[in-house]
């Protein structure tokens, strides 16, 4: 059983790794280019709702979004109605460099489901929604301070 979870972390460990290569030239690293995505394709999107559709906590979050920009990718703009409320915005520069990272994604996707069938393709989805929609329940309790007994 926990030979798929190492290979999924294999995985996600190598496509990091060749992101943080690839898209130095644009000095993203560290994963900041999954922050960058999800604000281009949800702009006016809230810090929390990004740290919730990455899995990382509200702090490694608020790092990544505050670095992104101080680099001048993003914006933070007051809500009209809540001033409390920051929502997130792609800048020009932000915007310039979107294309490249979804090319680069898709072109990641092909590369990893060379060989499969779409049928393969689409159980294999299936069955990735599965596993993260339990390990969400998991991550939502231990997120809120709890510990999981084992």
Do not use: H
Request: aromatic share 8%; hydrophobic share 35%; with cysteine.
């Amino acid at each position: 059983m926990k030979e798929i979870l190492r290979e999924i972390g294999m995985i996600a460990r190598a496509l990091d790794s060749v992101s943080n290569i690839e898209f130095k030239d644009f000095d993203l690293t560290k994963g900041q280019y999954l922050y960058l995505v999800r604000i281009c394709e949800n702009p006016g999107i809230i810090q929390e709702k990004v740290a919730e559709m990455i899995k990382v906590d509200r702090t490694t979050a608020a790092r990544a979004i505050k670095k992104l920009e101080n680099q001048g990718f993003i914006v933070k703009k007051n809500d009209d109605y809540n001033k409390k409320i920051k929502k997130l915005f792609p800048t020009v520069k932000g915007e310039r460099v979107y294309p490249f990272l979804k090319k680069e994604g898709e072109y990641t996707d092909k590369v990893a489901l060379a060989g499969l069938s779409p049928d393969e393709t689409e159980t294999m989805l299936d069955l990735l929604q599965k596993v993260r929609k339990n390990i969400e329940v998991d991550w939502e309790y231990v997120k809120k301070g709890n510990k999981r007994e084992y």
